[in-house]
C-alpha cells in the first residue's frame, strides 16, 4: 500500500512558514507535562528568516500530506552556527567532542535541527520516512547526523534510537539535561 504522505525536501517558502506553525503548535511552552511526556516536545523556537538561511544550505525535510506539512526534520550545517545564538554552546561543545576515537569536529557532519510531526500523523511511520529521507539526500556529503534531544524527552530519545542513532554524550545546562546522539553513516571500516 503506498503511504500518503509525500516525503521531500523543502521547496518554498510558504512550506516555511508551514513549519513554523507546526513548531510552535509543539513547543515546551504551550504544552502540558503529561502531554510533553506522551508526545513529546520541541524546545526552539525559529523565525522565517533563519529557516530560509537554514533551507539555502541545506533543505529541510518534510512530509506533505495533500498540501498540508504535516511533519518536518530541519537541517542544520555547522554554518548555521551563528544564525542562532541559543545553538552556539551547542555547536561548541560538539566541536570538542571525539567520535569513535576522532575529533567530531574533523568529521563530516551536520546537525538534525528539529524534527516534529503533528499529532494527528504520529505513529504512521513518519519519523522513519523523514530520517530515511535525510540519508537519501545528504548522506554523499556527509558521513554523520548528530543532534541533542531532552533526557526527559523519552520518546524522542526511544525513536532516535530505533532509527539507528547512539548516545555520545551527556550534559547538563542552565535548561535541560541532554544527550547528543549521533548516526553514522559512513561506510564500514574493512
Avoid at 15 to 29: C, D, F, H, S, V
Avoid at 182 to 189: F, G, I, K, L, Y
Wanted: hydrophobic fraction near 40%; include cysteine; proline fraction near 4%.
Amino acid at each position: 500500500m503506498a503511504s500518503p504522505y509525500d516525503v521531500t525536501t523543502v521547496s518554498s517558502t510558504a512550506q516555511l512558514a508551514r513549519i513554523i506553525e507546526l513548531q510552535r503548535r509543539n513547543l515546551k511552552q504551550t504544552l502540558d507535562a503529561a502531554e510533553m511526556r506522551d508526545q513529546g516536545f520541541v524546545t526552539v523556537e525559529h523565525e522565517l528568516p533563519v529557516l530560509e538561511r537554514m533551507h539555502a544550505l541545506a533543505p529541510s525535510i518534510i512530509a506533505r500530506h495533500g498540501e498540508d506539512v504535516v511533519a518536518y526534520a530541519l537541517s542544520m550545517p555547522r554554518e548555521c552556527r551563528a544564525m542562532l545564538p541559543v545553538l552556539v554552546p551547542m555547536f561548541d561543545l560538539l566541536d570538542g567532542l571525539e567520535y569513535r576515537g576522532r575529533a567530531m569536529k574533523d568529521l563530516r557532519f551536520y546537525v538534525m535541527g528539529q524534527i516534529c510531526v503533528d499529532k494527528a500523523h504520529r505513529g504512521q511511520g513518519l519519523v522513519d520516512q523523514l530520517y530515511d529521507k535525510h540519508r537519501e539526500v545528504y548522506r554523499e556529503r556527509f558521513e554523520l547526523l548528530v543532534t541533542e534531544v531532552s533526557v526527559r524527552n523519552t520518546r524522542s530519545l526511544r525513536v532516535h534510537e530505533r532509527v539507528g542513532f547512539k548516545t555520545v554524550h551527556t550534559y547538563r545546562d542552565a535548561t535541560d539535561e541532554w544527550a547528543v546522539v549521533a548516526w553514522d553513516w559512513s561506510p564500514p571500516a574493512g
